[in-house]
């Protein structure tokens, strides 16, 4: 799941600042799974806005929610209870893509972030999400354990540990793991360290976000649907 | 301007060496090898002073590292080629940190041309280490990428594929004398020595080691590395340690480096004005109980260039 986490309240209040009717728009996918921008969350941040658009002086700005099932899909942006263009601004607490596709869809509208889209992560624990993907379009995970060198490892190296790890800790930080190190860790309970000791080939990042840029994925069987949605 | 070897050929010979320090090796003698750290503006009189007066006439060839520990400072093509021009011969250290493959080959390429041999191929620490932590982190390649790199140039080519998806074929190759790091005394070593066997496999000549105290762990990881056909000349690191906190800061913070007591003690208990002299006899101390395990000791004296001398006498070389 895509995990985003919430923008400091300054950066907040400042951003909505020159407006008075806002709409805090939630969004019902991942960012509801990881508690910061579902519909409870949106009720909160709304009552935190009006506090303190008041405390400022400022008791007349109007604070709504709203909330649909996914913000980075066109079909459910029927159920919006009013068009994103009747608002001064719209903070949307869903992830990056929520936030672009809304304001795509309503050309009028200043949709403004209320997240910081952080990374593709599993629920390792209750209230702990760890990132598990680098979605560099082209994945290592069958030699390497499944364990994703370019996003486990601070520096992405694809080939085996730095001279920074410590007991299993990275060079950056002692409380997260070398991810190099929970690859060979990996590998040798395998019995496949013969995959540690492959010299790779220089990665293709050209498969990557900063290779060719926007990258899009076509279903050809799909298409009727994607010339919908364009 | 005293620009060196612009127009030198490429040796016919592969195992010709190309650099002093590749036949110092060759001709098996033990080689000790120093290190300077660029500065952080332009004031560079300081370390090519040193450089001079204290490394020229004792070490084969010298470090000069590559924005260390990832803090901006002049870098090491422009130091390394000054030294050429002042007949030291450097170690060109280069980190995979700040430049991605296109910048890496192009500087190889320009190092060559510079008149540098000997380049060190080192990941290079994260810039969350450093004083622009803000910075983007490259890493396009790592050390092992880097090393191929460069065999890759040797070879005549670069990296990357013309429009009908062959080689590019380099007008004029280099050939480098090359190097690799490695931590001798990592709490875990089999992760390093199978690292160790991919840099030597992607290219690396010779290995310059973190900083090793124990000279027991260390006989055994170069027991460990020949006995699986790792046969590359290995210079031990010495890190000169100048006071007792120095050396617990080493402890708790650097990686694969264990400081025992007895070198923790003799510090501590050495007046102010000892405290130099026992440093340098723990150095020379260190080199003479691990030199019949090596090929050589790579001297890091942070800013003490001045005790090079007196480290190699004290270490009976
Ligand atoms: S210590 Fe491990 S995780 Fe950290 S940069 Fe080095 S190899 Fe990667």
Redesign the interface.
């Known amino acids: 799941m895509i995990v985003a986490d919430r923008k400091p309240m300054e950066e907040i209040l400042a951003m909505l600042a020159p407006y008075k009717r806002v709409l805090v728009l939630a969004c019902g996918g991942c960012v509801t799974v990881c508690v910061s921008g579902g519909e409870k969350q949106a009720d909160l941040l709304a009552s935190q806005l009006k506090l303190a658009a008041a405390a400022a002086g400022r008791a007349d700005v109007q604070f709504d929610v709203d909330c649909i099932t996914r913000q980075c899909d066109r079909e459910f942006a029927a159920m919006l209870k009013k068009p994103l263009d009747q608002y001064d601004a719209v903070l949307s607490i869903a992830c990056g893509v929520g936030v672009g596709f809304m304001s795509e869809l309503a050309p009028q509208a200043t949709v403004l972030p209320g997240l910081n889209t952080t990374s593709y992560d599993a629920s390792t624990a209750k209230g702990v999400w760890q990132e598990y993907c680098g979605g560099c379009g082209d994945c290592l995970l069958a030699e390497t354990g499944g364990i994703c060198p370019i996003v486990r490892c601070?520096?992405?190296?694809?080939?085996?540990?730095?001279?920074?790890?410590?007991?299993?800790k990275c060079?950056?930080s002692k409380d997260m793991d070398c991810g190099?190190?929970l690859i060979?860790k990996k590998l040798?309970a395998a019995g496949k360290?013969e995959l540690?000791?492959k010299?790779r080939p220089?990665?293709k990042?050209s498969k990557d976000r900063n290779g060719k840029g926007a990258r899009r994925l076509t279903h050809k069987e799909l298409m009727e649907t994607e010339e919908f949605s364009k | 301007m005293t620009t060196t070897a612009l127009n030198e050929n490429t040796p016919v010979n592969p195992n010709e060496p190309v650099s002093r320090l590749q036949r110092e090796f060759q001709a098996g003698h033990f080689v000790v090898s120093g290190e300077i750290g660029p500065p952080k503006g332009t004031s560079i009189e300081k370390c090519l002073h040193e450089a001079e007066e204290y490394l020229k006439h004792t070490v084969v060839a010298v470090n000069v590292t590559d924005i260390q520990t990832a803090v901006m400072r002049t870098g090491s093509m422009a130091i390394s080629h000054m030294l050429v021009d002042r007949g030291i011969e450097p170690i060109f250290q280069m980190v995979t940190r700040d430049r991605n493959r296109l910048a890496l080959q192009s500087d190889l390429l320009s190092a060559w041309c510079l008149g540098i041999r000997n380049v060190l191929a080192l990941t290079g620490d994260h810039v969350a280490m450093g004083d622009h932590a803000d910075a983007k982190p490259v890493f396009d390649l790592d050390s092992v990428g880097l090393l191929r790199a460069m065999t890759t140039l040797e070879n005549g080519s670069d990296m990357g594929l013309d429009a009908k998806g062959n080689a590019n074929v380099l007008e004029g190759s280099p050939k480098f004398f090359k190097g690799c790091c490695v931590t001798p005394c990592a709490d875990e070593v089999e992760p390093q020595i199978l690292k160790l066997q991919m840099k030597v496999a992607a290219g690396a000549q010779y290995v310059q080691t973190q900083a090793v105290y124990e000279p027991a762990a260390f006989e055994k990881f170069m027991t460990e590395i020949r006995k699986r056909g790792i046969n590359v000349p290995v210079l031990v690191g010495i890190v000169q340690l100048k006071t007792a906190g120095m050396g617990k800061y080493m402890n708790t913070s650097v990686p694969g480096v264990k400081v025992p007591d007895w070198i923790l003690k003799k510090l501590t208990d050495a007046s102010k004005e000892d405290r130099q002299k026992i440093s340098i006899d723990i150095c020379g101390q260190l080199v003479r109980e691990m030199k019949d395990m090596c090929q050589g000791a790579h001297l890091m004296t942070l800013g003490w260039d001045h005790c090079v001398p007196d480290i190699i006498k004290a270490a009976g070389l």
Do not use: D, I, R
């Open positions: 601070s520096k992405g190296l694809t080939n085996g540990t730095c001279g920074g790890t410590k007991t299993g060079e950056v190099w190190y060979f040798q360290l540690y000791t010299v220089a990665k990042w």
